[in-house]
């Protein structure tokens, strides 16, 4: 059965420091995977998604995510934090014919001026 | 419509009512999903609906909770005898098709059981 742990439910950062918000999977076929963005009283917005081609993946707003198999990971990351990437982030795993899609607990992540 | 909506934003309930939650889709889109986010915690998928079928009821938490869709359009998922534990933000979703990959969300409906 296919699952998503993220590590951190908080992380805080310094605007233009370096954004690392760690995702692991477990699935038992190659996964499509994705990160999914929620600004406050907003819905989920699409940031990147791995679909089996390029295992470095750039999305919007400067993200972009490495899909490492031999970890099994799918970290974000972005080099310089800006204040409006604060939000809550998802980490997410498709599954089987309906690609009904499994979520991780979500990363909250702050950024100070 | 331009993205997937939702009605109503926010639902104050009393414990014991019925709810009913409305989401319409992207037009032409035949995938639609039911989410819910508890506080605190990511989102639980609910059921999944191709068309007006719905081949994947199975994180439906209870018989107190059931959904339908018509016109291969909007989509109503329904709470009966709401418990608090029903309190949580219930998203919506559509792709283009089963195998379209991503998924676009509505903003919620904020459910809130007294």
């Known amino acids: 059965a296919q699952s998503v742990t993220q590590l951190g439910s908080h992380v805080s950062v310094s605007e233009g420091a370096l954004v690392l918000l760690r995702c692991n999977y477990s699935s038992s076929v190659p996964p499509y995977l994705f990160w999914y963005v929620q600004y406050p009283n907003q819905g989920l917005q699409l940031l990147l998604k791995?679909?089996?081609?390029?295992?470095l993946v750039k999305g919007i707003n400067g993200f972009e995510a490495e899909f490492k198999k031999s970890e099994t990971s799918f970290h974000l990351t972005k080099p310089s934090a800006h204040m409006s990437d604060a939000a809550e982030y998802f980490c997410?795993?498709?599954?089987?014919?309906?690609?009904?899609?499994?979520f991780g607990t979500g990363t909250r992540l702050q950024v100070f001026p | 419509g331009a993205g997937v909506s939702q009605s109503p934003s926010n639902k104050v309930t009393e414990k014991g009512k019925d709810v009913e939650l409305r989401c319409d889709p992207i037009s032409g889109h035949t995938a639609l999903y039911w989410y819910r986010q508890r506080l605190g915690q990511g989102l639980e998928f609910l059921i999944y609906f191709q068309g007006n079928s719905a081949p994947d009821k199975s994180g439906l938490p209870s018989d107190r909770f059931s959904a339908e869709r018509t016109g291969e359009s909007v989509s109503t998922l329904t709470i009966q005898r709401t418990q608090q534990e029903d309190s949580a933000v219930y998203l919506c979703a559509s792709s283009r098709d089963s195998q379209a990959v991503e998924q676009f969300f509505g903003p919620g409906t904020r459910l809130t059981v007294l």
């Open positions: 791995y679909t089996s081609a390029a295992t």
């Open positions: 997410a795993v498709s599954v089987g014919n309906t690609d009904k899609l499994i």
